[in-house]
Structures are given as structure tokens and as C-alpha cells.
């Protein structure tokens, strides 16, 4: 049975504690009736041959219910009963060696308690992770607590699903909300209750409404307002909602400005703009932050303060300083606090030829001086770096150095002479893909590809260098 993050709704496993008027089998086909989604087999006293036999009548019983079957730690059950999967400890067992054995079609589960061992699952292939305790539990008397913060901080850690696991019920299951987990595991609540078929119905309905309140991934832009919509915040939500992110925004600046140019610029205060980057961060944690344009270097200031406060992740900078005719757009003051503050904080820095010889403090003629630049940006201020080569270097190629490795990104440059807002767009669509927790060579490839269907789409509106159509393929993404 192929894998499905679906399976993870309801996730029962047994417990030999609560047989009683009824068998183990009995217990199951009342779940099974009840709505679960998901079956473990857990049995941690059993002689292997009478867990094997054991497991190939449950393993029998799940698949009348169309149900997934999933072994707990003893992979050599799983295999000769015929069962869906294993579940294993990720410092108990290798998952790497496990996935090796058994080929691609098996399901592998983890117990993950932080971010290090979620990713380190992910790597060698396990499919889901449990991740808990959540709460205090009878059936793990002696496990750490997860709080809620890192219960989301290692589910959006990696993009392989997460099922909550420890002490969960209908009462408290709504606590979850937000957590981004893909569905609850439990024992006692629905093995332990009177009426298993009617606590399993109850539970499955309890916990598809918390699945349903769950948070959407998030975004937050910092940058200024572009009054005509092409570049700026405005630009920003679009590209992070066709994305597919929500997308929040703190305002840096107010322009008054249309395709042919800008007319006036009214910046916010330091004190504002801090309480906007506090409200979100208190209310709807972010997923990643995008920082476009901030010419002031109290305001720059006040962003590095607070990233740092929140302990902000996947930060994308535009480092906005330069316009493509070479004129300054950035104080020297602000340009200092830009590198010596900002830069540092961020994942990924993504500047144009001339904001990278900037940087580097090398001259770029060349895909050799792009390297060299990008090289030398990451041992300045530790981030990744976007070299985009769209000014005259080469042919929209850009170039991804993420401290070890380069990764080139071709692609034809696209007639359209309407392209103001492309830095702003590009980078938070890396922003965008960087919430829903691809890699980061995935999330530029996804942004550049992005961007391309938005220029091609060939938009023609105002009479200076126009916007380009961000909603391009509304349709095909809705089915309309």
C-alpha cells in the first residue's frame, strides 16, 4: 500500500493494557469500523514467531478495511507478515538502513524529538515522523514533553509529514491547531475507551476539524509600498500567494510612485516599523521573511534586532541598492548596516551584478567573475547567494552558491520590456517555497520558473517599463 499523508489522520496503535471482554482483533475491527486511518502493532513483550503470527491476522484484518498496517520496531515482522511498514526510533535504529532493505515502496515512520534527528530522517528515507510526547501520557509515563513551538519548529523543519504523538484526546486534541502536524497518534484514546468504535468516530471527527484550523504556511515580507502594484510589498503578496503561502507584510516606506518612475518616498518610523514586525511575529509566526528595499540605516537596524529576537528562519535578502542604470539607491550609512548587520542574519542573499560587485568588492564581466563574486559574498557574511545574471552577464543565468557548491540556473531572456518589480517577485518566491520547506535549489528553480510564466504572459500596461502579470496562471491552478 503506497503512502499517503492521509494515513496519518488517525493513527491507533494497540496495547495489550486494555484487553479485556474483548481481543486484540476485536479491538482493532472496532477502530478499523470507527474510522481509523492508520494501524501500529505494538507489542513489545511478545516472542518474535507469536508476533509474527499475530501480525499476519492483523495484517489481514487492516487490508479488508483498505488500511495501512504498521509494525512497531521489529522490522523483520513487518517484512514476513506482509504488513505496510515500520515504525522505529530514529536513535534506535538507522532508517537509512532499514529504507536499503526494504526497497521504496515500504512505509518507514521515526519517533523525531528535534530538528536535527527530523532532518537526519529525512535524509535516509523514512516517509513520516512521530514527533511527542505532546502531552503527559499514561502509555509514556517518562518521555520529554514537546511544547507546541517545537512541535511546529521540527514538522515545518523538513518536508516529510509529521503525526503528533503523546497523551492526546478529544479534549485536548484542538491544542494542535497550528502545529502543522498531518494528523494525532494514540493509544489510550481510542484502545482504552468503553465504546472503542464510538471513541475512534468521535476523535477522527474532533481532530479533521483541527486539521482543518491548521495554520496555512507563512510569509512575511519587509519591504516599501509601490503604490502602481508592480514592485515593493504589493508584488510581494501576490508572488507569495500564488505561491501558495499567506502572506503578511511590514511596510518600510510609502511611495508615491507609477511606471514611469517615482515621485515621492515617505518612510516609517523606527518605532513603527518594529511594532508592525512584532504583531506578526506574536501572532503568525512566520515561516520566512523576505527584505527587500530599506534605505535607512535605523530601520535596518530595527529589522536585524527583531529577526534576531524570533529568532527569524529562512530569511531571503534583496539587497535593493543599486539600479540596473548603476545610480545608488542606498545611503552609505545604510549600505554599512545592510552588510555588518542584515546579511549575516540571512539564508539566502540574491543580488544583480551590480549589488554583487558591491559586496564582493570584485568587478563581474564574466560567468567566472559571477563564481568568484558569489564565493566571496558567502565568506563575508555566511549566507547563500543568488547571483542573478540578467544585466548583461549572460542570458537570465543565474548562479546559486550555497558555501560548497554551484548550481547554475539557465534560462532564455524573455523579449518583454516590462519588467519592473522581477528582483521583488524572484526573491519571494524563494520565500515562498522556502516556507513550504523545499530545499533551496528547489525553491529557486521553482522562482525562476515562476517568474518566467509572469514575464512571458507579456502584460502591457502604463506608459513607462510596466508590471508584470503575477496572477498569470490563475486558472490553471484553480481549474478554471
Known sequence: ????????????????????????????????????????????????????????????????????????????????????????????????????????????????????????????????????????????????????????????????????????????????????????????????????????????????????????????????????????????IKTMTMNGVYAMSAITALTAQNTTGVRAIEEVSCEFLKQQIDAVFEDIYPDSVKIGMVSSSGLIHVIAERLRFYGAKNVVVDPVMVATSGSALIKSDALNALTDELLGLATLVTPNIYEAQVLSGLTIATKEDMVSAAVRINELYGASVLLKGGHSVNDANDLLYDGKTCTWFEGERIDNPNTHGTGCTLSSAIAANLAKNYSLTESVRRAKEYISGALGAMLNLGRGSGPMLHNYDLNSRFGE
Open 1 to 236: 500500500m503506497r503512502f499517503d499523508k492521509k494515513m496519518l489522520q488517525l493513527y491507533a496503535v494497540t496495547d495489550r493494557a486494555w484487553v479485556g471482554k474483548q481481543t486484540l482483533l476485536e479491538q482493532i475491527e472496532d477502530a478499523l469500523i470507527g474510522g481509523a486511518t492508520l494501524i501500529q502493532l505494538r507489542e513489545k513483550n511478545m516472542q518474535e514467531e507469536e508476533f509474527y503470527r499475530e501480525a499476519v491476522k492483523v495484517c489481514k484484518l487492516c487490508h479488508r478495511y483498505n488500511v495501512a498496517l504498521i509494525i512497531n520496531d521489529n522490522v523483520d515482522v513487518a517484512i514476513r507478515s506482509g504488513a505496510d511498514g515500520v515504525h522505529v526510533g530514529i536513535e534506535d535504529t538507522p532508517v537509512g538502513e532499514i529504507r536499503r532493505r526494504v526497497g521504496e515502496e515500504f512505509i518507514i515512520g521515526a519517533t523525531c524529538k528535534s530538528v536535527e534527528q527530523a532532518r537526519k530522517a529525512q535524509e535516509e528515507g523514512a516517509d513520516y515522523m512521530g514527533v511527542g510526547a505532546v502531552f503527559a501520557s499514561q502509555t509514556k509515563s517518562g518521555a520529554i514533553r514537546i511544547t507546541s513551538d517545537q512541535l511546529r519548529e521540527i514538522a515545518t523543519s523538513v518536508s516529510i509529514p509529521a503525526v503528533a504523538i503523546g497523551g492526546i484526546t478529544g479534549d485536548n486534541v484542538h491544542l494542535l491547531t497550528g502545529c502543522y502536524v498531518s494528523g494525532v497518534a494514540v493509544v489510550k484514546a481510542v484502545f482504552g475507551a468503553e465504546d472503542i468504535r464510538r471513541a475512534t468516530e468521535e476523535l477522527k471527527e474532533k481532530v479533521a476539524v483541527m486539521l482543518r484550523s491548521k495554520t496555512a504556511r507563512t510569509a512575511l515580507t519587509i519591504a516599501g509600498s509601490d503604490s502602481s502594484g508592480g514592485a515593493g510589498i504589493q508584488a510581494d
